[in-house]
């Protein structure tokens, strides 16, 4: 996972911008960060999360797919939740999810925005 700080006061910036492919793995990008809340642009092509992996964080994460596709799982739930453009979804806090599959044919451009009650 590489992580970069593209945080820019009043400075236009483009969500598609600086996306190179093919991806050797997801690139986390923040957008905007404060005491409670994180915003993310996260860049997956092909990616998944380990078999053995799985998501738990201490914040709720509220996600939104710009583009491309996705399979989320989450452990309490037996199917995979299919993540199309403009679909969005909050994940509670300690819930456990994976990345179980995102498309190769073109990069999956998320937002991610992390946040404490």
Same mark, same amino acid.
């Given at each position: %996972?590489?992580?970069?700080?593209?945080?820019?006061? %009043?400075?236009? /910036?483009? @969500? !598609?911008?600086?996306?190179?492919?093919? &991806?050797?793995? +997801? =690139? !986390?990008?923040?957008?905007?960060?404060?005491?409670?809340?994180?915003?993310?642009?996260? =860049?997956?092509?092909?990616?998944?999360?380990?078999?053995? !992996?799985?998501?738990? /964080? @201490?914040?709720? +994460?509220? =996600?939104?797919?710009?583009?491309?596709?996705?399979? &989320?799982? !989450?452990?309490? +739930?037996?199917?995979?939740? =299919?993540?199309?453009?403009?679909?969005?979804?909050?994940?509670?806090?300690?819930?456990?999810?994976?990345? +179980?599959?995102?498309?190769? /044919?073109?990069?999956?451009?998320?937002?991610? @925005?992390?946040?404490?009650?």
């Amino acid at each position: %996972m590489r992580r970069k700080h593209l945080v820019h006061a %009043m400075k236009i /910036q483009n @969500l !598609f911008s600086n996306i190179s492919t093919p &991806l050797p793995a +997801e =690139v !986390f990008d923040t957008l905007l960060q404060g005491r409670m809340v994180r915003l993310e642009r996260i =860049v997956s092509h092909g990616q998944a999360s380990p078999s053995d !992996f799985w998501y738990q /964080q @201490l914040e709720h +994460e509220w =996600v939104v797919l710009l583009s491309g596709s996705a399979g &989320l799982r !989450f452990e309490d +739930e037996g199917d995979t939740v =299919v993540l199309r453009p403009g679909d969005y979804l909050n994940i509670p806090a300690g819930t456990r999810h994976r990345v +179980e599959w995102t498309t190769a /044919q073109q990069p999956t451009v998320w937002l991610a @925005l992390h946040y404490l009650d």
